[in-house]
């Protein structure tokens, strides 16, 4: 299939793209650049031997972004472009709302008149908002918390009720938990921008030494160590989903939780990630962050029942994984 990727010279963008290619479908990708870099593209194309298309558009641009899809004419997009960091979220709630939101609306307007019948859209677990049960499955109520989740919840139910009113499409919504690894060949990986949010490349920089430590948030939490429990992916599996997604349902909105129904601590983490890279991780524990809660999972079988999906690699691939790939590119992709 002409499958359109938007946001795809990111981190689940590249490795989903190895995914889609290996699987025969024939990708554009459309990004801003604006927290990725192309050179990530053509390391993704030399991974993959051809050269991969792109367009650097901003899916706030309509014009071009129409102009795009008229001339690609997708048969399916994958819907990856968006702003992910909670914290920023909070501080820059227009720009959330703009990415996000009119973002996605511009996006199903620019393929009115194509052949588009197919959207996969990244969601974020962060819609479930506080747990009233664990695992989450997907008929957990949604209680978005912070600004991204409202986005995120937002484009779902935008998306929803597009499919509704085009019932010969079909929206695959996946609701990721926390994507973590790198490709094999250490190529291509996690390259945030600063001081990463995130827990596994914040641990990947204290290990490379371009940071002293770890600061551990908060170890007083109902959990078996104390420190926060989540549900970890390696985003090789989680860009075969993606794949599998495609070839799911003719037409109808199906929701899926794309975990692995495991959860490890950060004093897990820490732990398998020295193993993992035969060195020491310094930690401190600190204070909790506002808005982290205690412990999420996921329950992934509806994802295996109905997508034939399921996650593959464990623990110690996320971490030896991504030791690798912060090992040969101490400075993500700026190196070269
Ligand atoms: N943590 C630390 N120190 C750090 C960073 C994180 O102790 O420097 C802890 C957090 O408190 C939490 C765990 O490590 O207990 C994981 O934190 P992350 O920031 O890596 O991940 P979150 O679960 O907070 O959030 C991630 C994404 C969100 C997404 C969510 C979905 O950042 O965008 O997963 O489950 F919405």
């Given at each position: 299939?002409r499958v359109l ?67 690609f004419n997708p048969e399916a997009v ?36 194509t052949?588009c ?220």
């Amino acid at each position: 299939m002409r499958v359109l990727v938007t946001g795809g010279a990111g981190y689940i963008g590249t490795h989903t793209l190895i995914e889609l290619i290996a699987a025969g479908h024939e990708p554009l990708v459309v990004d801003s650049f604006a927290n990725s870099v192309p050179e990530a593209l053509v390391r993704t194309g030399e991974l993959v031997q051809r050269t991969i298309p792109f367009a650097e558009c901003d899916v706030r641009e309509r014009a071009a972004l129409r102009a795009i899809c008229a001339d690609f004419n997708p048969e399916a997009v994958i819907h990856f472009a968006g702003l992910k960091a909670v914290g920023e979220s909070e501080e820059r709630p227009r720009d959330y709302y703009d990415v996000n939101v009119s973002g996605t609306l511009n996006l199903l307007a620019a393929l009115e008149g194509t052949a588009c019948k197919r959207i996969v859209f990244s969601s974020s677990a962060t819609v479930y908002g506080v747990p009233q049960y664990l695992p989450y499955d997907e008929a957990h109520p949604c209680a978005p918390a912070s600004v991204y989740a409202k986005t995120k919840h937002m484009a779902e139910n935008i998306l929803t009720d597009w499919q509704c009113a085009n019932p010969q499409t079909a929206v695959t919504v996946l609701r990721y938990f926390n994507p973590v690894g790198a490709h094999g060949s250490a190529r291509i990986g996690e390259d945030p921008q600063g001081i990463p949010n995130n827990l596994m490349p914040f641990i990947a920089q204290v290990a490379v030494g371009r940071r002293d430590r770890l600061m551990v948030f908060g170890d007083d939490y109902d959990t078996p160590d104390g420190t926060g429990v989540r549900d970890y992916i390696h985003v090789s599996d989680l860009a075969r989903a993606h794949v599998a997604a495609l070839g799911a349902a003719q037409t109808g909105t199906e929701v899926f939780n794309i975990g692995t129904g495991t959860g490890y601590s950060v004093l897990d983490m820490i732990g398998a990630f020295e193993k993992a890279a035969g060195c020491s991780i310094p930690y401190r524990i600190t204070g909790r962050r506002a808005g982290d809660i205690a412990a999420m999972q996921a329950d992934a079988s509806r994802a295996a029942d109905l997508l034939g999906w399921r996650a593959e690699l464990g623990l110690a691939q996320m971490c030896a994984s991504t030791w690798h790939w912060q090992r040969a590119n101490p400075q993500g992709y700026n190196g070269e």
